[in-house]
């Protein structure tokens, strides 16, 4: 065989093998890609349904309310009803972003994620229950706060569900994708450690004044809403010594 056929084979091969290989990565990227999509999907029509529920809760005056004499009046004893629908929409829909935020990393899935996954939902969809009783019990009886127990106890379950969903999928990066940027996913790790905490000064506050809950409930859904900073890097010795030549 001559060398110019040789070259050409070798060239041939070498071509064949690229292509080979960005086949094979391409479909490890669509299999990353399509393992949680279905349970991303299923989870953005939960948190669709929750939270588009919780606008039931508001209430048109009746019909001898509605002159200009009694309208003003009704619809401002309905202020409680209407600080916790923003409240829990904004919690709801905070916690879909933070949701889309933690499956920017998650590629992969298994049984014990599909099961934390639900467990958030089972409390995402139970969060228009509390919202309408705290609504209805502090237009009747605004002195008492067992309706903002309940209230502020299920924000904090729901901050425990999305602990437990994160630190399965993360616990030394089992079902992460394979460039994750790990000071991002401690930096999560973090920012949600706290959110248990916090919500339980929540719950204490319930015991004591329901518009200061309401009020610092909300206060923490746009706290979390904020992107986590990750760290910063720590410049090291080699990097030091490369300055100081330069």
Known sequence: MSPVNTNVVIALATV?????????????????????????????????????????????????????????????????????????????????????????????????????????????????????????QYAVHPDQHQAAVVYSGTFFVLACCFNLLWRYASYRGRLLGKDADMRAVAAIGRQYLSGPLTYLIAFGLAFINTPACIIFSFALALFFALPPRPPRRVASSSDSTGLNQD
């Not at 990565?25 to 919780?54: H, P, Q, W, Y």
């Not at 939902?121 to 228009?128: N, R």
Request: aromatic share 12%; glycine share 2%.
């Open 16 to 136: 064949y093998t690229d292509t080979l290989y960005y086949i094979a990565m391409e479909d490890d990227e669509c299999m990353n890609e399509k393992e949680t999509n279905r349970l991303e999907a299923f989870s953005d029509g939960v948190f669709a349904v929750a939270i588009t529920l919780l606008v039931l809760n508001i209430k048109i005056p009746p019909d001898n309310f509605l002159d200009d004499q009694h309208l003003r009046p009704e619809l401002l004893r309905q202020w409680p009803m209407l600080i916790a629908f923003i409240t829990s929409f904004a919690t709801i829909g905070i916690m879909w972003i933070n949701h889309h935020r933690l499956f920017t990393h998650i590629k992969r899935t298994d049984t014990g994620l599909l099961l934390f996954n639900l467990l958030l939902l089972l409390m995402i969809v139970f969060v228009p229950f509390p919202t309408a009783l705290l609504a209805q």
